[in-house]
């Protein structure tokens, strides 16, 4: 059992007009989080010439192609206008193809090309390497990944209401 040297950010008292200081937030806490993940991203995705959110893209395709437009946008949390630039740069770097499905003209199905399942051989590189930069153990991952996964469902659920 490890004692505490340092208070955690929550124990440190609001200041004097009941708001609680930036680093008690958790809005805070998970958007620093979120920016340095993608700054570890950077560099590891160059060599395939992806962005973080195309790679999060390829993956979802990875799992699953093809899928709708719609299908992918609920996966990655994205509406269709941030979703479609995203779609057309990786298209137009030969990664995946857009079709109209032929069952219903209205939906776009999308699927990655030969050259974009090839890249998920570097894919597997990326993966690794960021295990290497955590500094939680295997169990700490899990817990706060299934932590992290019901606040994500209770904040859709909240934003649907």
Same mark, same amino acid.
């Given at each position: ?71 992918? @946008? %609920?996966? &990655? ?5 941030? #979703? *479609?630039? !995203?779609?057309?740069? +990786?298209?137009?770097? =030969? ?42 153990? @295997? %169990?700490? &991952? ?5 932590? #992290? *996964?019901? !606040?994500?469902?209770? +904040?859709?659920?909240? =934003?649907?209401?």
């Amino acid at each position: 059992m490890t004692t505490r040297t340092t208070p955690s950010p929550l124990d440190v008292p609001a200041d004097f007009a009941g708001i609680p200081k930036l680093e008690q937030h958790l809005c805070f806490a998970l958007y620093s989080a979120s920016g340095l993940m993608t700054r570890l991203y950077r560099p590891l995705l160059e060599p395939l010439g992806l962005t973080y959110p195309q790679y999060l893209t390829m993956l979802a395709l990875w799992e699953h192609a093809p899928r709708t437009v719609g299908e992918l @946008g %609920d996966a &990655l949390g994205l509406d269709s206008a941030t #979703l *479609t630039p !995203l779609l057309k740069r +990786l298209e137009a770097n =030969g990664l995946v193809t857009r079709r109209r499905d032929a069952a219903d003209e209205r939906r776009v199905l999308v699927e990655p090309t030969h050259q974009g399942q090839a890249l998920r051989e570097g894919a597997k590189a990326v993966s690794a390497a960021m295990r290497c930069h955590s500094v939680l153990d @295997g %169990d700490e &991952l899990k817990s706060l990944h299934h932590s #992290l *996964t019901r !606040l994500i469902d209770g +904040l859709r659920e909240a =934003g649907a209401d």
